[in-house]
């Protein structure tokens, strides 16, 4: 009798483990190991984005950018408009008429971490063009006597300058006695220096417009501390989630939050050439810009959220992902912004 006892109580305690054992996990536990996974992935993608800027940054960089552009100073609207005497108007140099004039203008950017002493710069053409040293424009102020022209024949010309600093921008003008069918030629031989034509003008700021490190150092500070802290705050939005029975999950929460932030980062870092230039030039459209993306993505959100309109899993994670896009930029620009 007491063996069948003893059997049967083993029998009991045998199968509560097995039970213990098939028994699913708790969400919550999923939501917690779900949230390491990210945090440490998206940590680790952070940290190795600050150790390759720091990394660039400690690496001595010697970089030329120039952009070539010319300008008729007599336009196609001028030269065929008859009611305009053209022997009347001459533009001479050194006694020499130039009978299509045109402003040449080039813009040097060092786009280098290091200053670059004297560098060799030359521009030249092999046509029968001759090349009129001009001036240079926004001069720095105790930089007059350290930039200047060396005309060395009729079809090339030298820019002495004794150093250009980091981020530094030389502006120069030359004239022509017409227009050019070829392009300029701009020469750097230099050891260690390398040169890239831009293909845009460049202004007061080199060819990409760089978010201060300070505010990345910020951003990537509060998302990293959001990775680490995802099983306290998700556990809110479980809630929230519960109370208002919408039918979004924790986790497409917790995912579509740290996308987000991490692609905001990867933009403030890279940044994004077409896109700063527009709202470096264009400052005052840049609110309204901010406050359409804005609601843009609110309407996107409220109809996913909702399940309204946008209905199905793949449309709406679609949608999700431009609203992610949307959301990004428009923290991106708000640093531009802030930065300017």
Not at 9 to 17: C, D, E, H, K
Not at 236 to 261: G, N, P, R, W
Not at 311 to 335: C, D, E, N, W, Y
């Amino acid at each position: 009798m007491n063996y069948i006892l003893l059997t049967a109580q083993q029998t009991v305690t045998q199968a509560a483990n097995a039970t213990q054992e098939v028994a699913p996990k708790s969400p919550s536990n999923d939501i917690i190991g779900i949230g390491g996974i990210i945090a440490t992935l998206l940590v680790g993608i952070v940290t190795c984005l600050v150790t390759w800027k720091l990394t660039m940054k400690s690496i001595k960089q010697l970089k030329i950018s120039y952009n070539i552009q010319v300008f008729p100073i007599l336009s196609n609207s001028v030269t065929q408009n008859t009611d305009i005497n053209l022997d009347d108007l001459q533009i001479q140099y050194k006694g020499k008429n130039l009978l299509n004039p045109c402003l040449l203008a080039l813009e040097i950017v060092n786009i280098g971490n290091e200053a670059i002493n004297e560098p060799p710069i030359k521009i030249r053409t092999d046509e029968d063009i001759e090349i009129i040293p001009g001036y240079f424009e926004d001069i720095p102020a105790g930089y007059e006597d350290l930039w200047s022209f060396d005309k060395t024949n009729s079809n090339s010309c030298n820019i002495l300058l004794k150093h250009i600093n980091p981020k530094q921008v030389v502006k120069t003008r030359f004239f022509l006695d017409n227009l050019p069918q070829k392009k300029i030629i701009f020469e750097c031989p230099m050891q260690n220096v390398q040169t890239q034509e831009t293909a845009y003008n460049n202004t007061n700021t080199p060819n990409k417009i760089t978010v201060s490190s300070k505010s990345n150092i910020i951003l990537m500070a509060i998302t990293a501390l959001l990775f680490v802290s995802i099983p306290q705050w998700s556990y809110y939005i479980k809630q929230f989630i519960f109370f208002t029975d919408i039918h979004l999950s924790t986790v497409m929460v917790i995912t579509f939050m740290m996308v987000l932030l991490l692609l905001a980062i990867i933009m403030n870092v890279y940044g994004i050439p077409f896109v700063d230039k527009y709202i470096k030039s264009h400052p005052k459209q840049c609110p309204l810009i901010k406050l359409v993306m804005a609601v843009v993505s609110i309407i996107l959100l409220l109809l996913i959220i909702f399940d309204y309109i946008i209905i199905g899993f793949i449309p709406q994670i679609t949608t999700a992902t431009i609203v992610i896009i949307l959301l990004s930029l428009l923290i991106h620009f708000s640093f531009i912004s802030k930065n300017r």
